[in-house]
C-alpha cells in the first residue's frame, strides 16, 4: 500500500466511522437502517445538567447552555449574563484523546430580549500515519468545530421564539497531503425555537407547566471532496413538555419529557441479486426496490423525512427516540438528576440511563453527568460531562426599571 493509498484509506475509515454513527457504534445487522449524517456531533449532548436528564432539554427552565435544546428559553433567564464551559471525554472505551467542548454565553438585552453565543469543538484526537513500509509518516490530528449566535425574544410574559445561525467546519483529513480531493467541509445553518411557560397553584402549591418545540441543523450538506458526494447534516426537530412543582419553601422538583425526530432521509431499499450485491440501471445508478432516493435537496429531504420510510409509518415512529428526566433541587443550591434515553434498535440502538448533580454557590456553578448504558461493552460506557457556569443578577438595574 502507498502512501496515498494509506492517506486514503484512514480519511475512508474516519469518514465511516462519523457518517454511520449509529451503525459504526452500536454493530446493526443487516436488517438494520439506521440514519447516518455529517458531523453528528452536531447533536452530541453537550452540557451536563441536560445530559443527566437523558439528554431532555426543550423545556426545562432556561440556563446558559439553552440554545443548543430550545433558543426561546434564553429570553426567560433570570440574570442579566452569564456563561458556562463544558467538557467530556468521548468514546474513551476505545480511544483516550477524543473529547467534546462547548462554550456558551448570553446576554440579556432587556426584559424581552436577549443575545447568545457559542462555541463546540469537537477533537477527534491524533492519528499516527505510516507509508507501505510502516515508516512514521506524522501524526494528524481531525477536528470540527461549530460557531453559534442565538437571537430570543418574548412574544408575552409565557411565549417566546427564538432563532440561530450556525457555520460548521469539520476537518477530518487533517492535513495530510497525500490525498489532493479530501478537504475540509463547511456548512451554515440555522434553529428555530418555541417555548411556552404557564405559572400553575395545584394543591396549594406553586407549579410551572412548560412546552417547547426546536427545529435545529437546517442547513447546507457537507462534502469533503466534491459535490456528488455531499450528506446531509443532523437537522432534528425536538417537542417536549416540562413539569416544576415546589415539594415546600426548601424542595422543588422538575419531570421532563423529549421527543426527537431527524429531518433526514431515511435509507432505501435497494434491488439486490441473488448474491446480495445491490443492482444498477443502465445509468450506473442503484435501483431502489422501496423508499425513496436519498440524494434529494435539502428542502425535500427535510420535509420528505417525515414519510419515505421503505416500511412506511410504522418505520418513521421506530426513528423517534424519546428522553426523559428527572431533576431535584434543595434550596437552590443542590440538584441531583436522573434520566433515560431510548432509541429502537433498528435505528441506533442507544439506549441509556444517565445520572448527575449539581450545586449553586452565588454567581458560580458546578455540574457533571455520567452515562449507564444498558448494553455490555457498549462504546458510550462511562461518559462523564463536567460544566462550570457563571451567572450574574441585573441587580439594581431591575430596580431602577
Known sequence: MNQLMKNSLTILLIFISMQSFGQFLFGQDSLSRPITVSVPFLSFAPDSRASAMGDVGVATSPDANSAHWNNAKLAFIDTDLGFSFSYSPWLGNIVDDM??????????????????????????????????????????????LAVDGTYSRKLSENMGLGVTLRFVWSNLAGNITGAPDAKAGTSVAVDFGWYYTKPLLLSGKDSELSLGAHISNIGQKVTYSSEANENFIPGNLRVGSAFKTNLDAYNTITFAFDINKLLVPTPPIYETNDAGE??????GNNIIRSGKDPNRSLLSG?????????????????????????????????AARLGYFAEHAN????????????????????????????????????????SLLFGLDKGSEDTEN
Do not use: C, M
Request: no cysteine; glycine share 10%; proline share 3%.
Open 99 to 144: 473529547s467534546l467542548n462547548y462554550l456558551s454565553f448570553y446576554k440579556k438585552i432587556d426584559q424581552t430580549q436577549a443575545f447568545g453565543a457559542s462555541l463546540r469543538y469537537f477533537d477527534l484526537g491524533e492519528i499516527a500515519l505510516f507509508d507501505e513500509f510502516a515508516v512514521a509518516q506524522g501524526v494528524e490530528n481531525p477536528s470540527e
Open 347 to 386: 435505528k441506533g440502538d442507544r439506549k441509556y440511563f444517565t445520572v448527575g448533580a449539581g450545586f449553586r454557590y452565588q454567581v458560580f456553578g458546578f455540574d457533571f453527568s455520567y452515562l449507564i448504558p444498558r448494553g455490555q461493552n457498549h462504546p458510550l460506557a462511562d461518559t462523564l460531562r463536567i
Open 302 to 334: 427535510t420535509f420528505g423525512s417525515f414519510g419515505d420510510a421503505p416500511d412506511g409509518f410504522s418505520e418513521e415512529l421506530k426513528e423517534l427516540t424519546y428522553s426523559t428526566g428527572v431533576e431535584y433541587w434543595y434550596r437552590d443550591v443542590f
Open 278 to 283: 445491490i443492482q444498477t440501471d443502465s445509468d
